[in-house]
């Protein structure tokens, strides 16, 4: 029988599952092997149970909470699909300042329907059995991780950093560019696409397992950059304070 | 009787629809988002102009290179850049790409169904797995174009302030070309399974606003107009809509003096009929709809118009790109200072500004969007009560299957449109 998987989703823009949707060249292939039975975007099917639930998005409200909490209980295994789901993502840019400064900024008043409470990750609700990292998810690394958890495999994520990717691909480093780039410490995976566009790492990937801060330092000491430099990029993709200080 | 549509499939963002009708009569009928508040225009206070438009790319998976766009060219209003021609014919086939992607997406994956009388276009994997197929075919061209010129087709890594920094390759853009030629036979198809569609029928005059965009049709530009004689630059468009709150949305709607009105793709087809390629013209006839029509659901048929258009468009785009080359990536220092600027373009819903204020630290002060869809919500409400009546004596069923359609037909975005207005410094 094929496996039954849904896509679900707080609060985010909904990139994720579009990546999927825009594996066009696989879908077809992954339709064989998978029932998709949920996906509001572009379904109106509903189910009961499912063996896979991907769910994007970051959690803000009671109403949210108790919606994840639901499909958890529907779903064998949930995974965390991309950054807002799985560190916060770009909502984390808001937690440091509070829901009703937010609030009174955008909306200028204070109905109830506007309440809402810091970000969270989803594993700050739920048991949270794998992730997807990245924003938006890398379409390859989801196929990959849906193929191991159809196998009954353990997903494996890449434990080295960006800059690895960045170093082989002979990339010119963003350091020397002036710029301060999350490289060193961010989880591969996504090929360093952003700095192949000329751009630098801001850390949309998480951290990797066991960054190794001393080497680090010296990077940011010989840049003239501090601790707080960096700690101000991450929190652009990441809600809480990185386990080790880097 | 009380009718509530909860979690509205086949849009983009939570929505519920509420109808109240009593002995025949409507109470009330209003379309509440329900989609958590996101506060993107507070969460840029203090950013540098530099990180603004990776930021605010993320209010939308589906339009990230529209924001990408509207947030750099009001950078670049605020700092007095001008990014060279070239960059911004790559920018106008970037857009195209993103247009085509979206307008895909919502033709077959959301619109289909509905037409064929189905819950979701994967029931057709075995009946007519052809026509999922061409889908994922046409829409992975126009993906093709968002990865060669952008990137990657979700939050684009070459855009940045004076233009780009990183061109494509002229091989992949060669390439590109091929590709878009070959997907001529899917599009015909494509227009031959649409012109055999029943349109509902249904018409509601409204006013009419996109980008006018002198010898184009309408993109990028710095003046809009509407079909009830507006023509303003786009740094006025506070003088000419307001936004206002609800209390059953956490989206923002929009009105202008006269009321409600409508942008995207019937918008931009209704005031801009004339600027169509040759091709799209005729495509526009074999669906039965010119510049005359106010059927809000032709807003697929114009969708559809629009499609084959960028496709001539981008051929065209990238032989001129070819011809005169690709130019060179924007300077890497950047400028320093502040000020005020504005920047439109037409997103795949419609007309979408980003407004920011910059201090002397190139630090932003206050940000300000205004989304497509969050213009349409009123005018969705109002066509939604005017056809009611008309529907009360059908079954449930195909009243809200009628309903949704409509819904469905202006494509909205609500992960995009909840967030909004101006930053009031506390």
């Known amino acids: 029988m094929k496996s039954r998987i849904g896509f679900f989703d707080f609060t985010g823009c909904e990139g994720c599952q579009l990546t999927v949707l825009n594996l066009e060249q696989e879908l077809l292939e992954v339709l064989e092997l998978v029932e998709i039975v949920e996906f509001r975007e572009v379904m109106s099917e509903r189910t009961e149970q499912l063996d896979i639930a991907f769910v994007e998005g970051s959690i803000c409200r009671q109403q949210d909470r108790d919606r994840l909490k639901n499909i958890r209980q529907r779903t064998e295994i949930l995974v965390a699909l991309g950054a807002c789901a799985d560190n916060g993502g770009v909502n984390a840019l808001g937690s440091d300042r509070g829901p009703e400064l937010l609030r009174q900024q955008v909306y200028a008043c204070d109905m109830p329907h506007l309440q809402t409470d810091p970000p969270q990750a989803l594993s700050a609700i739920v048991a949270v059995d794998y992730s ?115 | 009787m009380k009718i509530e549509l909860n979690h509205i499939t086949r849009i983009e963002g939570h929505a519920h629809l509420v109808i109240d009708r009593t002995q025949g009569e409507i109470k009330d009928c209003r379309l509440e988002i329900v989609e958590s508040p996101r506060f993107f225009e507070a969460m840029l206070k203090g950013r540098h102009f530099s990180d603004v438009a990776p930021i605010v790319a993320r209010v939308c998976g589906v339009c990230s ?51 064929l009388g189905i819950p979701s276009i994967f029931q057709l994997l075995d009946s007519r797995r052809e026509l999922v197929a061409r889908a994922l075919r046409l829409k992975r061209t126009a993906n093709r174009i968002c990865e060669v010129v952008g990137g990657r087709p979700v939050h684009p890594v070459t855009t940045t302030i004076g233009g780009f920094s990183a061109l494509p390759d002229a091989g992949d853009l060669k390439h590109l070309r091929q590709e878009l030629v070959a997907s001529l036979p899917d599009l015909e198809a494509t227009v031959e399974l649409f012109a055999g569609f029943d349109f509902p029928d249904f018409s509601r005059e409204t006013e009419y606003v996109c980008l006018s965009d002198p010898g184009h049709y309408p993109l990028h530009s710095d003046r809009f107009l509407s079909s009830h004689g507006l023509n303003e630059s786009v740094a006025n468009y506070r003088n000419e809509f307001e936004e206002y709150l609800t209390a059953h949305s956490t989206a923002k709607f929009a009105r202008s003096e006269r009321g409600s009105y409508m942008v995207g793709p019937l918008a931009r087809l209704k005031n801009s009929y004339p600027r169509l390629s040759p091709m799209a013209q005729k495509v526009a006839s074999a669906l039965k709809i010119d510049a005359e029509t106010t059927n809000p659901y032709h807003s697929l048929k ?47 819903r419609g007309l979408l500004f980003h407004s920011y204020t910059y201090d002397e630290n190139g630090l932003l002060e206050t940000a300000d969007c205004v989304i497509p869809t969050a213009q349409n919500l009123a005018n969705i409400e109002t066509d939604l009560k005017t056809i009611l009546p008309d529907l009360l004596d059908l079954p449930e069923q195909e009243l809200t299957r009628r309903l949704e359609m409509l819904i469905r037909a202006y494509d909205p975005c609500l992960s995009c449109s909840t967030h909004l207005l101006k930053i009031d410094l506390v």
């Not at chain 1, 707080?228 to 991450?234: G, S, T």
């Not at chain 2, 070239?86 to 509905?114: C, N, T, W």
């Open chain 1, 132 to 246: 997807v990292p990245g924003c938006p998810i890398d379409g390859p690394e989801f196929l990959a991780i849906l193929q191991a958890l159809l196998l009954k495999r353990q997903p494996d994520l890449p434990n080295f950093s960006v800059c690895v990717e960045c170093k082989l691909a002979e990339y010119p480093c963003s350091f020397d560019h002036g710029e301060i780039c999350l490289g060193p410490v961010t989880r591969a995976g996504c090929r360093a696409i952003c700095i192949d566009g000329g751009d630098r790492c801001r850390g949309c990937r998480g951290l990797i397992d066991n960054p190794r801060t001393s080497p680090y330092h010296r990077i940011l000491e010989d840049h003239g950059l501090s601790v707080d430099d960096i700690l101000d990029q991450y929190r652009t993709f990441n809600i809480a304070e990185p386990k080790s200080e880097p």
């Open chain 2, 65 to 115: 290179v529209s924001h990408t766009l509207a947030s750099l060219i009001a950078t670049e209003q605020a700092l007095e850049i001008e990014p060279n021609p070239r960059a911004k014919l790559l920018r106008r086939l970037l857009s195209y790409g993103e247009i085509m992607q979206s307008h895909l997406l919502q033709l077959y994956f959301m619109a289909v169904p509905d037409y």
């Open chain 2, 302 to 348: 114009a969708r559809l118009v629009e499609v084959i258009n960028y496709v001539e468009e981008s051929i065209h785009s990238i032989d001129e790109l070819l011809l005169h080359g690709l130019g060179s990536t924007a300077p890497k220092l950047m400028p320093s200072g502040g000020g005020s600027g504005v920047g439109a373009v037409e997103a795949p």
